[in-house]
């Protein structure tokens, strides 16, 4: 199947842009603090930030030439071990292409761009979400992945993804 996880240039924000706008409407379902304006326009302060800050990384996902999502990404370091970790900020796959896969091939491309140490955080009520990640993070480190529930009833699913040279020889 052909799935392209390409970066964002700032040209394509009002993309990211429209997109976000679907995303956080699917959100509003189970989040009480994700409301429109009075415009009919849901609020989202970060997206300039990631042509700013070199520790984020905006995606589009495409399948077989259509827009099919988003990805954002930024990278973290935890200031008790000073370990840096990448952790999935938002992640979106347009409704007319869900449940084909496309959304499980964009996350594995994108271990494959960071690999290392992983976080992913599902909100509370976002079932749909939660059983996607709970497979494909299942699928990714066959089963090496540790969950916790946090504040708000976030769940977190943190993991490690080998570097090419750590998965073995190429046979
Ligand atoms: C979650 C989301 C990204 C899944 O994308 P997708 O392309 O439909 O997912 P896939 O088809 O690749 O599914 C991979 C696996 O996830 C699970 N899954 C995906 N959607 C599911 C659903 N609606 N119900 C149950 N399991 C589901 C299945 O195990 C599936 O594997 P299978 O089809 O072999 O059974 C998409 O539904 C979405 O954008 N939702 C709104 C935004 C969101 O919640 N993002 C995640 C934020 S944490």
Do not use: C
Not at 17 to 22: A, E
Not at 35 to 47: E, M, N, Q, V
Not at 55 to 80: C, H, M, N, S
């Amino acid at each position: 199947m052909k799935v392209e996880v390409r970066p964002a240039s700032e040209q394509d924000r009002p993309v990211l842009d429209r997109l976000l706008q679907y995303y956080l409407h699917d959100f509003s379902e189970f989040d009480q603090t994700v409301r429109s304006d009075h415009t009919g326009r849901f609020a989202y302060p970060y997206l300039e930030f990631y042509w700013r800050d070199p520790d984020r990384f905006a995606f589009l996902i495409w399948y077989a030439g259509q827009l099919a999502g988003l990805a954002l990404v930024r990278k973290e370091t935890d200031p008790g071990n000073g370990e840096r970790i990448t952790e999935l900020a938002e992640f979106f796959i347009l409704r007319a292409l869900r449940r084909g896969g496309v959304g499980r091939l964009a996350a594995q491309q994108l271990w494959g761009r960071f690999p290392g140490r992983w976080r992913v955080e599902v909100s509370a009520g976002n079932a749909v979400g939660y059983q996607f990640w709970g497979r494909v993070v299942q699928e990714a480190t066959d089963g090496r992945y540790s969950q916790s529930l946090g504040r708000s009833g976030v769940r977190q699913f943190t993991f490690q993804i080998p570097t090419p040279d750590e998965t073995g020889p190429v046979v």
